[in-house]
DNA sequence: GGTAAATCCTAGTAAAATACTAGGAGATTA
DNA sequence: TAATCTCCTAGTATTTTACTAGGATTTACC
């Protein structure tokens, strides 16, 4: 039940993207520089992202990513699924009323699955990207210490 | 963000268990029969089980688990822990005053992690081992299909 | 006392997942 | 044309997972 380096990472590089991408696109070099992160390693994570639609990317010299909507519209849940896939904590927990195991009708577990995949789902998707970009500013944490913190 | 097979089937097992040891101990191989388990993975599970203090063994011929305390005073959370090792869904995220990592007051994705902590805690702390006892027994699924469900 | 049925304990190991690195093609700007 | 970007695929070392294996120890029952 652990979060990968593509969560940790990829939601801390999207939190450094939303404050530094309002005038001009970041590009990977600049994020990965600020955040200690490997540059061809947060280009896999960017990648992710941009699929999922969280971002937007712009080419050539100058360029490089652009929040694909207000910070405001892009839950913490939103980020996490994109990087991790579904947060759901058994695969056969599925909410869709035909979905997962065949056997689930039988299925005690199942119960605890879900009401653990509810819960997460429900936190991570009423944080939003602007929260967590305001409290950094407060914290004026642009770089932490990643001799000390590897999340 | 995935639960393990240790987790999975030792819930199971644990189910299986406190439905069938009221009168005397239930051995392994009996368990992974009518869950379709491997005895000597389940021997570690139960092993795993054991050291948190949730079942007793009684050792020899006829021997086997029972349940260390009463089916309402063994939470999920507690099975799951013992299982998988602590919940949290990244190492610093600890709710200890003190605990994990140093540079946790700069740390703003931190929060996040703490939010979802707090909310599969308490989601698996208050479903107790009886209320799916007593599920499965409704369901009279003692043993399902497990070429369809791998849970 | 012997045998069968159990738990107990440690190690080993194949397969899968993770966390990267590497190389190079294509786009854009100055 | 050179520099700076994104983009895409593949490779790979390390770690974790999910077991299997062997054998010691304990206990009930004949």
């Known amino acids: 039940m652990k979060l990968s380096t593509k969560g940790r990472y990829g939601l801390r590089a999207l939190i450094d993207l939303a404050q530094y991408s309002e005038e001009t696109p970041v590009s990977i070099t600049s994020i990965s520089a600020r955040q200690e992160l490997s540059e061809r390693y947060l280009e896999q994570l960017m990648s992710m992202l941009k699929k999922a639609g969280l971002v937007k990317s712009v080419r050539g010299a100058g360029g490089g990513y652009v929040l694909a909507k207000d910070m405001a519209e892009i839950s913490i849940g939103d980020v996490l ?24 009708d039988n299925c005690v577990t199942k119960y605890v699955w879900q009401r653990i995949n509810e819960s997460i789902s429900q936190t991570v998707d009423e944080i939003m990207l602007d929260q967590l970009v305001e409290e950094s500013r407060k914290k004026s944490c642009v770089g932490m210490d990643r001799a000390l913190c590897k999340n």
């Open 81 to 104: 699924r994109a990087l991790e896939g579904s947060l759901e904590p058994v695969e056969c927990a599925g909410l869709e009323p035909d979905g997962g195991c065949k056997a689930s």
